[in-house]
């Protein structure tokens, strides 16, 4: 069904599309799918975040998934979308569901499907899944799965606790739930590690106070003001379904996730090794970080499923995206905003991320990065970026080409250090540049330089 499309995390929707005879039919084929694997008769998770109609979503899917015979384990209440990978793991389930639209609008909402490993399928799994499409079938009544009430959290949170065995004693933490599923979760888990937890947004509200659960710098000015006004040692903000992280510390007030990931990074090399995976929009600075300590890093495209199959290859210490998605090794091979703020706070308590960051900055150089978007109909993206990765000029602005990577659109490394990356959207009809260099001037001489080269293309 032309309707229903699984993109980078899941098929999200306006709720005019995303309708329950849809939802039944994404039910009928993930158990088709089970099927086919040969997990027909194990059980699935089900959850769901805090929007109106998550809930009532859930239950149809888990109404259909145990009529194909899967017993379902649905959470009492809404929940963080890692929760739903970690019991999957844990408890050795077929897979699970998830009823979010993570940071989208109230107006929005959306499902994501875990298989077994916890992890974000690849897209042969997802299209599978959407050639399953169809109508429900019911087995026997007699046939069919049970639907029981579980505890989905306390679980992760002992696990997040085992994993980094943190102590903070001491650390005042301000925490924004966006009004989303992580409310007493996350903040729940900083306290039972010691902090002293000031919560913001912790109230359940499916509008989300009138703006979209995205911890993005703009939507978290509150939380920045929180943390100077109250003296707190950081402030930590998860998205709708708390699988995402924005942090904020008093003297840089929103930090670049870029810069989140080299300083968790740093922190996570001085007790243990392994490499690093990031995407190609991500920061070099990962880069610089790991060849100081003697590692590694894998570059993947864009898009977290690429970051977790990478990191379960590559056995890595962490792996992440520019976008706040981050794991760790030891845990889910999934993006987890609720262990991503222990970690955080973890780093905070043993040295300040500021003075982290401004020692990685000292030590590496400066990094600024940003991005733009190019309109470009879903229909000519191919076509586009082929064109291009076959005449890109030799130099950009007015420094010379060293390498293109074409892992994900077209990337240019430029003899400076700095680069400049074209690639196609997964969720509009644009193209986005992005570029990294030592300064914002050069960054935004590298972005218009980039849009140059692509325009006439479009």
């Known amino acids: 069904m032309d309707a229903i499309s699984f993109g980078t995390s899941g098929w999200r929707a306006t709720l005019d599309v995303f309708t329950a005879p849809r939802v039944r039919m994404v039910g ?3 158990a088709d799918y089970l099927d086919d694997v040969g997990s027909g008769d194990e059980s699935v998770a089900i959850g769901y975040d805090a929007r109106e109609t998550s809930r009532g979503f859930a239950e149809e899917l888990a109404r259909v998934v145990a009529a ?16 739903v990978a970690h019991a999957i793991v844990t408890r050795d389930l077929a897979g699970g569901l ?5 940071h989208n609008p109230p107006e929005y909402n959306g499902v994501k499907f875990f298989p077994g490993n916890g992890s974000f399928p690849l897209p042969d799994v997802t299209e599978a899944i959407e050639a399953n499409l169809r109508e429900p079938v019911a087995a026997p009544e007699a046939e069919w799965g049970t639907i029981r009430e579980v505890d989905l959290v306390e679980p992760h949170l002992d696990a997040a606790m085992a994993l980094l065995a943190p102590d903070l004693d001491g650390l005042t933490v301000v925490y924004d739930a966006m009004h989303g599923s992580g409310r007493d979760v996350t903040d729940r888990l900083l306290e039972r590690a010691g902090a002293d937890v000031i919560c913001l947004h912790c109230e359940r509200d499916p509008d989300f106070g009138g703006t979209p659960p995205e911890p993005s710098p703009d939507r978290l000015q509150a939380l920045v003001e929180a943390v100077r006004e109250e003296g707190a040692d950081l402030g930590v903000a998860n998205d709708g379904d708390a699988d995402r992280i924005g942090v904020v510390t008093p003297e840089r007030g929103f930090l670049d996730e870029n810069l989140f990931f080299a300083a968790a990074y740093d922190h996570l090399l001085e007790s243990d090794t392994g490499p690093a995976v990031r995407t190609v929009s991500t920061t070099f600075l990962i880069d610089r970080v790991a060849q100081a300590h003697g590692e590694e890093v894998i570059e993947t495209a864009v898009g977290f499923k690429w970051v977790a199959d990478a990191v379960r290859e590559h056995d890595a210490l962490m792996g992440g995206e520019e976008s706040g998605q981050f794991t760790i090794r030891g845990h889910v091979p999934t993006k987890d905003g609720v262990l991503m703020a222990l970690l955080a706070a973890t780093a905070e308590s043993e040295r300040r991320i500021d003075d982290r960051v401004d020692a990685l900055l000292a030590e590496h150089g400066n990094v600024h990065q940003d ?3 190019v309109d470009c109909p879903d229909s000519e993206k191919s076509r586009v ?7 890109f000029p030799d130099a950009i602005a007015d420094r010379s080409v060293v390498e293109i990577n074409p892992t994900d659109g077209v990337k240019a490394l430029l003899d400076d250090g700095s680069w400049l990356l074209i690639r196609p959207s997964g969720t509009e009809p644009k193209l986005r540049v992005y570029a990294e260099a030592g300064s914002e001037r050069r960054v935004d001489e590298l972005l218009a330089a980039g849009r140059n080269v692509v325009e006439p293309l479009v």
């Open 28 to 30: 009928q084929a993930t």
């Open 385 to 391: 970026l082929a064109e291009l990765e076959g005449a």
């Open 371 to 373: 991005k733009v978007s």
């Open 68 to 83: 194909n015979g899967h017993d379902v384990l649905l959470p009492a209440r809404d929940c963080p979308t890692p929760m």
């Open 98 to 102: 998830v009823v979010t639209a993570s």
